[in-house]
């Protein structure tokens, strides 16, 4: 994509677009190469997506669970008004391609766009300096997923103690000079605790490495709501950044809304946890960028967490254990 007067940094990862948007464009998942002519997103791979949602919704249908899908959108795909030049695919967004195939009475997958095509001008569905969803684009998925899901959802979440920082972000980190943005970070732990964390989570938070990449996939989580409001629906949701193994975005709002969440934090249903479990509803939330690569659905998520802990420790050593504030 030529950019007429905007400018990428970080080694052509990040552009910087107009009224401060910052957009991810190169980097390992080469979210341009979605957009450009032909998409690396081809027809090929956008048919086989259409065919293993369908044959996810078939196998768990004959386990007598509900399954839905939900894409998370590129910020390119959402908002590309403020890119300073020319996409020459529009349509090379996996979600655009996605729901083109998709018969328009599905029921496998629900598309976000038409809504936040709707309502971004009224709210800040992306952070500026970051890849991903604001609380406001969350909620705005979340209330679509509910939808679809014929589950009532929260309308409380939006009055949820919130706190403003102003911090660096990813792609802010990324320009020269490093570009912060000041967000807004709600609570969203009302009704809901945390009842069960695998030990990939446990190593994280017991070194200190909450954050670190290489070991969000394998995160798997369970939160109980005993809230009489909540809705009484076991869910399990396999998914990403989007959604968070911590109880923000995705994760923090339906563990508000529904008696039990399982999170697992990768892009392949675990079968046999689905088994064992035996949840009203299975989802599974996908950023675009990762749509590339069609999921296998083989993955043992117990056995893979393992495996990361100690990849992770033949890479960089054992980590030293951290000491926590005890909240007050």
């Known amino acids: 994509m030529a950019a007429a007067s905007g400018s990428t940094n970080n080694e052509n990862m990040v552009h910087a677009g107009a009224d401060d948007w910052l957009f991810l464009v190169g980097g390992s998942n080469n979210v341009e190469a979605l957009f ?5 997103f081809t027809p090929e791979r956008c048919q086989a997506w259409v065919d293993l949602l369908e044959q996810r919704k078939a196998r768990l249908a004959a386990m007598g669970i509900r399954y839905l899908h939900l894409p ?6 959402v908002l590309p ?4 030049g020319e996409i020459p695919n529009p349509m090379g967004s996996p979600t655009r391609a996605l729901f083109s195939r998709l018969p328009a009475d599905q029921d496998v997958a629900v598309n976000p766009l038409v809504y936040f095509d709707r309502v971004k001008a009224k709210r800040q569905l992306y952070w500026k300096t970051d890849t991903h969803w604001s609380f406001y684009g969350a909620f705005s998925a979340y209330q679509l997923l509910c939808g679809k899901l014929g589950i009532e959802p929260n309308g409380d979440l939006v009055n949820y103690p919130r706190r403003e920082v102003n911090i660096v ?3 802010g980190s990324k320009m020269q000079p490093v570009q912060r943005e000041t967000v807004t970070n709600f609570r969203l732990q009302k009704h809901s605790r945390r009842v069960f964390s695998n030990e990939l989570v446990e190593f994280k938070e017991a070194h200190g490495l909450d ?5 969000h996939v394998g995160s798997h989580v369970i939160f109980r709501n005993d809230s009489p409001d909540a809705v009484d629906k076991k869910v399990v949701m396999f998914g990403d950044s989007f959604s968070e193994y911590r109880p923000v975005l995705l994760t923090g709002m339906l563990a508000e809304t529904v008696r039990e969440l399982h999170f697992i934090w990768g892009a392949e249903l675990d079968y046999g946890y689905i088994e064992k479990v035996q949840p009203d509803i299975v989802v599974s939330e996908l950023a675009e960028r990762f749509m590339t ?3 296998r659905d083989e993955r043992n998520n117990e056995h893979f967490a393992r495996i990361r802990i100690k990849q992770y420790i033949e890479k ?3 980590p030293t254990p951290v000491k926590r504030a005890i909240p007050a």
């Open 293 to 295: 690569q069609l999921p």
């Open 36 to 40: 450009a002519n032909p998409s690396s």
């Open 72 to 77: 998370a959108p590129e910020k390119l795909t």
């Open 169 to 171: 972000m990813d792609l």
């Open 316 to 318: 960089n050593g054992t």
């Open 81 to 84: 008004e403020f890119y300073l």
């Open 211 to 215: 954050n670190a990449g290489a070991l």
